[in-house]
């Protein structure tokens, strides 16, 4: 055939359903192979006759006292199996603060309050700016009383109240929504980004709910935005002007999420989801990860939380890491096999030869995860709209932001039956970590259109 007459492969041959094709054969592998060989042992056992049957059932001699061991030894294996293993955990249902509009800060009064406080050093005002037109905030989120004083005021006092407020508030939402009474919880985890007071909010959150004396409670406490699902700004607020420890100050606002966990087997049917797996990748044994988020002074002795350059590319190092575990355990074995043949290449035939990304598009329906990670995971941007939107109408509010994307996908009803969802949180450390509401009055406006750069 002349070159000029070749048709197009990719349209002559409908690469998709080829790769369908192949991922419904590795992944139903063994079911393809035993079709066969029952299908053959029965047309075998229909030519043969009654006797036929009843002779080779008699030429097996079972033993009553075989039968009777052979039996025990299964019984008592698969009780030790099932007794071993850990219990299923549960989500029962979660709650996410919603902040009161007296805390809102529009793109104006933020801008306002940068002029105030830097009036001497414009340059920091205009980066500040350039911050914030990048940063992928709307107008509605949202900063604690103490912050919006002239001058703020980051004091105890004030960073009790604020976490009262975020904590109680969540908590009240999720005891009303659900029915459950404070003195049905019989284990308490609270666990937070960097502020640590004493008494402990552990035991504050006791005093205010008058838990049993014999409750079992956990202070996890300045582990960063990994797993900290409450987020207090008050005390993390940086008066000083380093451009670096800046940063937090434009891009954290307030949050906070009420989450009720259980083993119980009773729980299942109640349940809004299961967890499946549970990755938890640690890099602090890196000099540049440890150092990629500090809390430090300044020149000054302004004490603020400093972000490297590097963080970006230390946040896909981790997330790589913690991937290739992942990926074992959740991606169809058509993927794996793909992963395998590729690493397989680039460690012996070509270390140029970039490693194959599994697909995990077949693995889950749903992402809550940080929008930077698009790339890396070679998502849509429908997989990341929860993100996006989290991020715009709530700000960055630690690890909460994963609840308030899993509120948003269930707000817009895109929540079924059987739907795997994938949360990842990155901290300082440097951590990933990976587990298998609030938006009644301003879901409907969602999802709306974010430029790369809002001009102030």
């Known amino acids: 055939m002349p070159q000029g007459l070749m048709p197009e492969f990719s349209t002559s041959v409908k690469l998709k359903y080829v790769k369908l094709g192949y991922q419904y054969l590795v992944n139903h592998f063994l079911s393809l192979l035993l079709i066969p060989i029952m299908a053959i042992i029965t047309v075998e056992l229909l030519q043969m006759g009654p006797e036929e049957i009843l002779n080779v059932w008699k030429s097996l001699h079972f033993d009553l006292v075989q039968v009777l061991c052979s039996s025990f030894v299964v019984i008592f294996i698969s009780t030790v199996y099932f007794m071993s293993k850990p219990r299923t955990v549960y989500l029962v249902d979660y709650s996410c603060y919603k902040p009161p509009v007296t805390c809102r800060v529009p793109f104006a009064t933020f801008m306002e309050y940068s002029r105030l406080f830097l009036n001497d050093k414009p340059k920091r005002v205009e980066f500040q700016k350039r911050i914030l037109e990048r940063s992928g905030l709307g107008e509605e989120t949202c900063l604690p009383p103490a912050i919006h004083s002239i001058p703020p005021t980051p004091t105890m006092d004030e960073a009790r109240s604020e976490a009262q407020m975020v904590i109680f508030s969540a908590m009240d939402d999720f005891f009303k929504k659900t029915g459950i009474m404070p003195k049905d919880i019989v284990i308490l985890i609270v666990n937070f980004s960097l502020f640590s007071p004493t008494p402990s909010l552990s035991a504050m959150v006791i005093n205010k709910y008058k838990l049993s004396s014999n409750i079992k409670s956990f202070n996890l406490s300045r582990i960063g935005c990994n797993a900290g699902p409450t987020e207090i700004i008050t005390p993390n607020h940086y008066k000083g002007n380093g451009r670096a420890i800046m940063l937090p100050n434009c891009l954290f606002r307030m949050g906070s999420v009420a989450i009720l966990m259980s083993n119980r087997r009773s729980d299942r049917w109640r349940a809004k989801y299961k967890l499946s797996h549970l990755v938890r990748t640690h890099r602090g044994a890196d000099d540049k990860s440890y150092y990629c988020v500090y809390e430090q002074e300044d020149k000054d002795g302004n004490i603020g939380i400093n972000l490297s350059n590097d963080l970006m590319a230390i946040a896909g190092e981790a997330l790589k890491a913690n991937i290739t575990t992942i990926g074992t355990l959740v991606v169809p074995a058509s993927e794996q096999l793909l992963f395998l043949l590729s690493l397989i290449g680039h460690k012996i035939f070509n270390p140029k030869w970039k490693p194959y990304i599994p697909d995990f598009k077949l693995a889950f329906e749903h ?90």
């Not at 429908?382 to 909460?400: D, P, Q, W, Y």
């Not at 999802?447 to 809002?454: A, D, L, R």
């Open 367 to 456: 992402f809550c995860i940080h929008a930077f990670t698009q790339k890396n995971l070679q998502l849509s941007g429908e997989h990341v709209e929860a993100s996006r939107m989290t991020l715009h109408r709530f700000g960055n509010t630690s690890c909460s932001s994963l609840w308030y994307e899993l509120s948003y996908i269930e707000s817009k009803g895109r929540m079924r039956r059987g739907y795997r969802v994938w949360q990842i949180a990155f901290g300082s450390g440097f951590k990933c970590n990976y587990a298998d509401g609030p938006r009644s009055d301003c879901i409907d406006r969602y999802p709306v259109f974010i430029p790369e750069v809002v001009k102030l």
